[in-house]
């Protein structure tokens, strides 16, 4: 048998307000409405008497909850004659509504403080990225002094393999570019140059456009984006297929196994690769030059020879192995990088690229300014 809820206001008689009755989900509806009306009435000081409760639910008690309030329930309930079922039912309710009720508010995002809080965790990540390379350039140099005194542990057929794979395989797209690039800069040279009548100097925007600065850029960005993507993947995949970690199990290390050779191809393999860059791009401005300014090709080698001294072509030369040491190592690194997903391999291939060209270029352009302040 059920019994009605009910709320009974104080009266000049009584001067408590009285809850009793069945609390419960069947009397929900008819509840909700009394609870609204009645609390707005209520003063904080009001006393209450829930000594007459029946039957009681979790819809029921945070019904009494709304209504007389977490802080007021909770004094109430040590003094009420309930059972201690029905008090540890109020006793939790009330708690987890009134932490409810305190949750604290989100603050409002300001525009700026995102933005240069983002600016702030990019400079951050470029800091670890920053420190994270020279260690690993700390710990390729000192495997490679070791290697270079230790000829046994030369691995010479790793390193004729990459040597395929980077320098031979990539003769082809290194010098059809380079060709292509040395015809438009001849090309454009001469379109400026013939307004003034010195269209015999695009001999020499050619040879000192590819000498220093074309031959071993182009050739660099090139293998940055070809090989070092393919150092990238080639280690990542060992490394989520935990291949990696089967070779230290079996006592190798894994910078002699995988680093070393990939670094000295690549810094065998850069500076032949330049030297056909620089010979491509002159071909491609020569036939440009003969083609539409009548400047035979033994013109052009005359000109070449007399007017165009070695040392253009030792600091193309000279860039080549440093570009060709940082993009090896930044693959590699980036490779061990990779977690065990392939999403991260992906990640990290496109990482190693970008980083790549962009060191390359910032490296070259530092490279240019001292040798231009030094007279070079």
């Known amino acids: 048998m059920t019994n009605p809820p009910y709320i009974t206001l104080p009266t000049a008689d009584t001067a408590a307000l009285k809850v009793g009755g069945d609390w419960t989900l069947a009397h929900y509806g008819a509840l909700l409405g009394q609870v609204d009306a009645t609390r707005r009435s209520l003063a904080d000081s009001l006393a209450a008497d829930i000594s007459e409760l029946g039957n009681l639910d ?61 600016i702030g965790e990019v400079v951050e990540g470029v800091w670890h990225k920053a420190v994270g390379l020279l260690g690993f350039v700390g710990m390729t140099l000192s495997a490679m002094l070791l290697i270079l005194l230790s000829p046994r542990r030369w691995r010479l057929t790793s390193l004729a393999s990459h040597l395929e794979q980077i320098g031979l395989n990539a003769v ?11 015809a438009v800069v001849a090309f454009l040279g001469a379109t400026i140059l013939t307004d003034f009548g010195a269209t015999i100097y695009t001999v020499d925007l050619v040879a000192f456009s590819f000498l220093r600065e074309f031959g071993v850029l182009l050739t660099a ?52 690769l330049t030297f056909v860059a620089m010979v491509c791009g002159m071909v491609g401005g020569a036939v440009v030059c003969m083609l539409t300014l009548d400047i035979s090709p033994a013109m052009f080698l005359y000109l070449l020879q007399e007017n ?12 080549a192995p440093i570009f060709a040491f940082l993009i090896a190592v930044i693959g590699c690194l980036e490779g061990f990088k990779v977690t065990g997903s392939a999403q991260s391999v992906g990640e990290r291939t496109t990482s190693s690229v970008v980083q790549s060209i962009f060191v390359v270029i910032v490296v070259d352009a530092l490279a240019a300014l001292f040798l231009m302040e030094m007279g070079w």
């Open 221 to 272: 960005i090139l293998m940055a984006g070809r090989t070092a993507s393919a150092f990238t993947a080639q280690i990542g995949s060992m490394k989520a297929n935990e291949e990696i970690d089967a070779i230290r199990t079996l006592g190798l290390n894994p910078m002699e196994l995988l680093v070393l050779p990939r670094v000295f191809a690549m810094l065998i393999a850069l500076p032949l």
């Open 308 to 319: 165009i001294p070695l040392n253009h072509f030792l600091v193309g030369m000279l860039k």
């Open 58 to 118: 979790t819809a029921g008690a945070s019904l009494l909850v709304e209504l007389l309030g977490a802080d007021r329930l909770n004094r109430l309930l040590p003094d009420a004659a309930l059972s201690e079922e029905r008090r540890a039912l109020l006793q939790t309710v009330a708690s987890a509504m009134q932490q409810t009720q305190q949750a604290p508010e989100q603050p409002t995002r300001s525009t700026y403080r995102e933005f240069f809080g983002h």
């Open 172 to 182: 082809p797209i290194v010098a059809l570019l380079t060709f292509l690039v040395g």
